[in-house]
Every structure is written in C-alpha cells, then in structure tokens.
C-alpha cells in the first residue's frame, strides 16, 4: 500500500524557519520524482518545488527560490522542505507528491503526480 506521511508543520512566526518531511513507503522510491505542493485558503494548489529521482535535480517556483530547499533522502524514503524567512502568505496545506520518474523530470503540475499525502498545516503568524 503506497503512503505518503507528512510531518513538521505548525505554528511559526514570520521570519522563522519550518523543515517539512514526508515519509514514503509501498512503492520503489528511488525512481520516483517528488513534488512539494501547497494550498492557501480560498487558493488552488500550488506547486513549491520538486526533485528529480535520478540526480536530485531541485527546482523551485521562482517566487519561493532562495527561501526554501527540497531535498530527498533515498536510505529513508523521505523528502524534506526547508523553509526559512516564513512570512504570513505561507500560510497554506503542503502536501508531497511522488510520481514514477526514472528521467531527470519533475513538474509542478498536480494532475503528473499520482501519489499524495495527507497534506499539514503551516500558519505564519504573530
């Protein structure tokens, strides 16, 4: 049974720091591609960033790049979201994504990715 868990949301004030993991299992997770996705309220889902399977190639929406970083760890089956200088319009569900992908292609787009998680709140705010 394929799962994907997320951990490490919460509470954070603006300009701190969250780290987002997923866990993965049920499903050979070295050749998948993974995503971090995120939805505000009233908002459609977004997609934050993805990572490549093969050689963990990071991209990132350009309004996100240089505050947050994806990584993956393969020995563990889980993806990491490192989020710093949080503000206020972070505030959102993110979810991680997985999509079968022995290439070196990742996308932002929802319908790709096949696998999901259960989503974890993130709210910045004072």
């Known amino acids: 049974q394929v799962q994907l868990v997320e951990s490490g949301g919460g509470l954070v004030q603006p300009g701190g720091s969250l780290r987002l993991s997923c866990a993965g299992s049920?499903?050979?997770?070295?050749?998948?591609?993974l995503a971090w996705f995120r939805q505000a309220p009233g908002k459609e889902r977004e997609g934050v960033s993805c990572i490549t399977s093969s050689e963990r190639r990071a991209y990132y929406v350009e309004s996100l790049e240089g505050r947050f970083t994806i990584s993956r760890d393969n020995a563990k089956k889980m993806v990491y979201l490192q989020m710093n200088n949080l503000k206020p319009e972070d505030t959102a569900v993110y979810y991680c994504?997985?999509?079968?992908?022995?290439?070196?292609?990742?996308?932002?787009?929802?319908?790709?990715?096949?696998?999901w998680g259960q989503g974890i709140q993130v709210t910045v705010s004072t």
């Open positions: 994504a997985a999509e079968r992908s022995s290439g070196n292609s990742c996308r932002f787009a929802q319908s790709w990715y096949s696998y």
């Open positions: 049920g499903f050979t997770w070295d050749i998948y591609a």
